[in-house]
């Protein structure tokens, strides 16, 4: 009995759902596909421009300075240290710079490294660059007379550690110093508090390479830190013992030249802060189009460009809607990652769809700004001098950077 029951059920239920379902509802009714398109520069004019331009921003305790010239380029460390007011009754018996040796190098290694120590004589701020330090006052003003150190070396020979040897009168000069500040006979707007205690490292002709030292990003004076340190060898008044000091820089920043970009060219050098810029216009795209996705290809010119000894790096960075005097990075939002596989001539942006989408809703015309980051971490972009020639818009058509969009046309309901 309860069987029969189950299927008389099931059958009337059967029965009601066909019925229902003999005309289709309203949510039943087919409506217009999506509409999906893609459209590129190649044939709609979707970037209208690109620049270069140096953004001046200094390359201050970024975990690496570069010293020594090659060719059109160039790079001037300055080093600070503390006082040695400890030092005031102490007989100075040697003194060693030791710099630790980053394994990066721009130009040819078997040929020299060579640079001088002088002590500097020029304010040097967490905001100087190259044109407030050195362009401004020129290369010889920010040197004193004296020579305190040299080195010269193939850089192929150079060690893990170079130590120089430095005239004690540089130490005894820094005593002297410790002495007038302790004394307060020193005003506090002195310029001479904004360089003392601070060397130069300044390039020979004899140069023919740019490599890059160690130095800690945040300043640490600790015993593990890379900073370039400074060994002191004394002895007390009245002591026949002979004591050492460590003492480690709390400023490592280096200053590059090179030469001016073409402004029509796209040139990616982070260590010259050498940025480039895309300008776009999408208002091609239908009226309310919803962007899929959106992909950036850029090309470079491996002949036109400079690599150091870490080879071609695979990932070069842009972020949206910046300005070359607004500066970069200075967040984390609207950054995109372009990758460049082995073999190929582009480094390719998967998606740039976010800053598409935002030119779509906002009716704007938009603009990336280009930057080269060793290993794609924009807290690394001093760390190499390398130069990426980029093709601009006025190159030949297949090598001008070319941007694709995919969108949807929305469903008419009319």
Known sequence: MTKLLIKVIIAILSLYIIGCNEQPTELGYKIDSVTFTAISNKENNLITASASQKY???????????????????????????DLLNLVDAEI?????????????????????????????????????YETVIKINGLEAIYKNELMGSFEMPYRDIKDTTRIELKTQLIKNWIEF???????????????????????????????VINGFLSDRIGNSGDDSPNPYIKIAYRMKDSVDIDTMILRSNIAAYY???PASDSKSLTVQSGLSLRSMLNFDI??????????????????????????????????????????????????KNIYLGTRAAGTNYYKFSSVTSAVEDWVKTGNKGSLLLNYAPNGN????????????????????????????FYAKRPDFR
């Open 56 to 82: 001046y921003l200094t390359p201050f305790n970024q975990g690496i300075f570069h010293v020594g010239s090659m060719g059109e380029y160039a790079s001037y460390p300055i080093l600070r240290y503390g």
């Open 378 to 405: 924009p807290n690394d972009s001093y760390k190499r001098l390398d130069k990426y020639y980029l093709y601009g818009i006025e190159a030949d058509s297949a090598l001008r950077p070319e941007l694709t969009i």
């Open 178 to 208: 410790s002495k007038l500040e302790a004394s307060n006979t020193i005003d506090t707007n002195d310029e001479r508090r904004k360089y003392s205690y601070s060397i130069g490292l300044k390039p020979t002709n004899n140069s023919k």
């Open 93 to 129: 018996i040697s003194a060693t710079l030791h710099l630790i040796n980053s394994g990066y190098a721009l130009g040819d290694t078997n040929d020299l490294q060579s640079f001088e120590i002088y002590e500097v004589q020029q304010a040097i701020l967490p905001s100087s660059t």
């Open 256 to 258: 590059a030249n090179g």
């Open 283 to 332: 208002s091609s795209l239908p009226q309310y189009s919803s962007v899929v996705k959106a992909v950036l290809k850029v090309y470079v010119d491996d002949s036109r460009s400079m690599f150091g000894t870490t080879g071609k790096d695979s990932f070069l960075l842009a972020q949206k809607d910046l300005d070359f005097e607004s500066g970069f990075f200075l967040d984390n």
